[in-house]
Nanobody, 125 residues
Framework: QVQLVESGGGLVQAGGSVRLSCAAS????????MGWFRQAPGKGREFVAA????????TYADSVKGRFTISRDNAKNTVYLQMNSLKPEDTAVYYC??????????????????WGQGTQVTVSS
């Protein structure tokens, strides 16, 4: 089992920045691929970014590419999502997810085995 706890969400003005953190416990963190997803009101949960177990490979949704950066610190069992140039359409609950399979970076919900409880990010215009 893996427990994931997100933090760092809040209210930010458009154009601002926020860094989300996700602390993992219960399994060797460095054996997991990690991802971030988000869910806006009335919409489905969508992929945002993913990073492989070593941090050497990342992938992003087109909507956030160039603005968001995913990273990880295996010594701290933590994955981060740095969000810059935020837009009102980035408003959502952001979820951290962990994937046992490390062969490929997952971009679909079903590819992830563990989920955090989510943290709200609200971007005001």
């Amino acid at each position: 089992q893996v427990q994931l706890v997100e933090s760092g969400g809040g209210l930010v003005q458009a154009g601002g920045s926020v860094r989300l953190s996700c602390a993992a416990s219960g399994r060797t963190f460095s054996s997991l691929n990690m991802g971030w997803f988000r869910q806006a009101p009335g919409k489905g949960r969508e992929f945002v970014a993913a990073i492989n177990w070593s941090g050497g490979s990342t992938t992003y949704a087109d909507s956030v590419k160039g603005r968001f950066t995913i990273s990880r610190d295996n010594a701290k069992n933590t994955v981060y999502l740095q969000m810059n140039s935020l837009k009102p359409e980035d408003t959502a609950v952001y979820y951290c997810a962990a994937r046992r399979e490390t062969g490929l970076l997952g971009r679909q919900r079903y590819e992830y085995d563990y989920w955090g409880q989510g943290t709200q990010v609200t971007v005001s215009s």
